[in-house]
């Protein structure tokens, strides 16, 4: 079935250094790849996405790269703030017959805390 | 930011009784869904519309109803409400593109059931 798996948290970091969160998947054919972050008390928010093999998906300094032969779509950030703490959720797209059927599976999500 | 509100943000209820979420958009958009957050479980889905008056099942969809009767609003109802629905509730919505799979979220409503 569809699936997708995410490292365990939480991550601690010191500020500026180097992130890495593994995300890997299980699906039919070519789904979209999500990565979504959720501050505290908040909704969940788009970070980035990429919709076919080898696309980067990239924003606000964070970047993740569709691999279909390792089914991986790892988030990755050079230098992280303490406002980057949150908990991230990698998601994919579930496809039927005719494409995408607009509904997304969830990682149980990486909580993230950066310390200054 | 999506204009997306969620009715009530907080809840405190009794095993048994009937419990109505509300989630309320203004961006026209036609896909909504409901998931519930729990700790371990990432988000799952409960129940989704693809229009009005058009909804179907999610992978969590026992003891959950829902209704669509206009574009801006679906309703989450938890027929008789258990302990294992105390969760987190967010409404999410997508479109108006033709691939609906980015998806935009309400702020949860957070219900509790003794």
């Known amino acids: 079935g569809n699936s997708v798996t995410q490292m365990e948290g939480p991550v601690t970091l010191s500020e500026e250094a180097f992130l890495t969160i593994n995300c890997t998947y299980t699906a039919t054919g070519y789904p979209s790849l999500f990565w979504y972050v959720q501050y505290p008390g908040e909704g969940l928010q788009l970070l980035l996405k990429a919709t076919k093999a080898d696309d980067k998906g990239s924003n606000k300094g964070f970047e993740a790269t569709y691999r279909k032969e390792t089914t991986s779509f790892h988030l990755e950030k050079g230098s992280v703030q303490v406002s980057d703490s949150a908990v991230y959720f990698c998601?994919?797209?579930?496809?039927?017959?005719?494409?995408?059927?607009?509904?997304?599976?969830f990682g149980q999500g990486t909580t993230l805390q950066v310390k200054p | 930011d999506a204009g997306i509100t969620q009715s009530p943000r907080h809840k405190v209820t009794e095993t048994g009784t009937p419990v109505t979420l509300r989630c309320h958009q203004t961006e026209n958009h036609r896909y909504m869904y409901w998931y519930r957050q729990d700790p371990g479980h990432g988000l799952r889905l409960i129940h989704y519309?693809?229009?009005?008056?058009?909804?179907d099942k999610g992978e969590v969809s026992d003891g959950y109803s829902v209704s669509r009767s206009k574009t801006e609003d679906f309703l989450l109802t938890l027929e008789s409400a258990t302990s294992s629905q105390t969760s987190v509730y967010f409404c999410?919505?997508?479109?108006?593109?033709?691939?609906?799979?980015?998806?935009?979220f309400g702020p949860g409503t957070r219900l509790t059931v003794t």
């Open positions: 998601a994919l797209s579930l496809l039927d017959g005719s494409g995408n059927t607009g509904k997304l599976i």
């Open positions: 519309s693809y229009g009005v008056k058009d909804t």
């Open positions: 999410a919505i997508s479109g108006p593109t033709s691939a609906p799979y980015e998806q935009y």
